[in-house]
């Protein structure tokens, strides 16, 4: 085969495949781009500022993101991670204890409540005071709306800071598959200057190893 031929099919072939990898990085830059200004656009409607530092009751001992952001307008899934598991985890914690229930969560708060109505309709049922069970099942049935609240809020903003995370992951995966593209186009190039540069009847020959007719090989 000649040397001109081999290097123009390899040059083409590579051609082809950066423009093919340029394809797929715009796709992948514009999910990105998607994915960035969708959070931005979703959490600029719900319009949640930070606390101002001078507001920050504790908050801020374990979660320096508190102070970082403080004031600022929530719009990114950084932001909405810390929000989430910094400042609204830590008052649903502080509710929890508070109430006497500490650790306590939407779904845990169920037994007690449950409880606590089965006692309220035994009590009633028999006659006796209510009064101290009735204040014992307000406190969970207020806790526990509050956990609710709390949760929803809190898994909504990680959903959010999730699908952040597959954006600026498409980003970089784009970043890398256009530096690839890049280098191979740069070879490709390079392989077809070679091919115009060499003799048109130069020839890549095959031909046998010495004691051995199984391995060709290129000169």
Request: proline share 2%; glycine share 8%; charged share 20%.
């Amino acid at each position: 085969m000649k040397r001109r031929t081999l290097d123009l099919v390899f040059s083409i072939g590579g051609l082809v495949f950066s423009v093919l990898l340029l394809i797929v990085g715009l796709v992948l830059n514009n999910q990105s781009n998607f994915a960035e200004n969708y959070v931005k656009d979703q959490f600029s409607q719900q319009q949640i500022s930070f606390t101002p530092e001078a507001g920050l009751n504790g908050e801020q001992d374990d979660a320096p993101c508190l102070v970082t952001n403080a004031g600022q307008i929530l719009e990114n899934g950084k932001q909405a991670e810390c929000y989430a598991n910094e400042y609204i985890a830590f008052h649903l914690a502080e509710s929890a204890t508070g109430a006497g229930y500490e650790g306590a969560t939407y779904a845990t708060l169920g037994t007690p409540q449950r409880e606590l109505r089965t006692q309220m309709q035994a009590a009633t049922d028999a006659g006796q005071p209510t009064e101290a069970i009735q204040a014992d099942l307000d406190k969970v049935n207020g806790l526990r709306d509050t956990m609710f609240r709390g949760e929803t809020l809190r898994g909504l903003l990680l959903t959010t800071y999730g699908f952040s995370i597959f954006g600026e992951r498409a980003g970089q995966a784009a970043t890398l598959v256009f530096i690839a593209a890049a280098l191979i186009a740069i070879l490709s190039i390079a392989g077809l200057i070679h091919a115009f540069t060499t003799k048109k009847d130069e020839t890549v020959l095959l031909v046998a190893h010495e004691h051995d007719t199984k391995e060709p090989a290129l000169i």
